[in-house]
């Protein structure tokens, strides 16, 4: 039927960047893969297939970074009150942990080589980084 459109596919909103405000877009090359922030959302997306993604929406707040762990299995993301969510990369998200890390927004966060500990940075009263175990079930 003329003038008929049919949806092919549906793109994942884009990266929303502040002028003079950092921001993070980071990879995973064995997964062959991408993760950024929109708003309260994180969007990890196929970098052979831009319409396969998957996108998180938990945090209550808004989102400033997000980074894969090197085995690819967990993510974990920061938001602009300090909290920090640890949370499985694949099929329904399963939340492993959250904690208030800093005072204030969390501008970057990386993990160690074994998966085991993360560090996150950013703004606070006093505190600017902490480091901690990624299984802890204390809130630091």
Known sequence: MPGTLNL???FAASPDPVRGEPFQISG?????KFIYVNGRSVIIRDLDDPLQCQVYT???????????SPNGEWVASGDCEGNVRV?????EFPLKQELKA?????HDVAWSFDNQRIVC???GRGT???AFPR???SNL
């Open 58 to 68: 938990e945090h209550q707040y808004k989102c400033t970074v997000a980074r894969m």
């Open 135 to 137: 299984d802890s079930s």
């Open 121 to 123: 940075a950013g703004e």
């Open 102 to 106: 800093l005072s204030a927004p969390i």
């Open 128 to 130: 600017l980084m902490k």
């Open 28 to 32: 995973h090359a064995a997964a062959n």
């Open 8 to 10: 092919e596919g549906v």
């Open 87 to 91: 949370w499985g990369a694949k099929g």
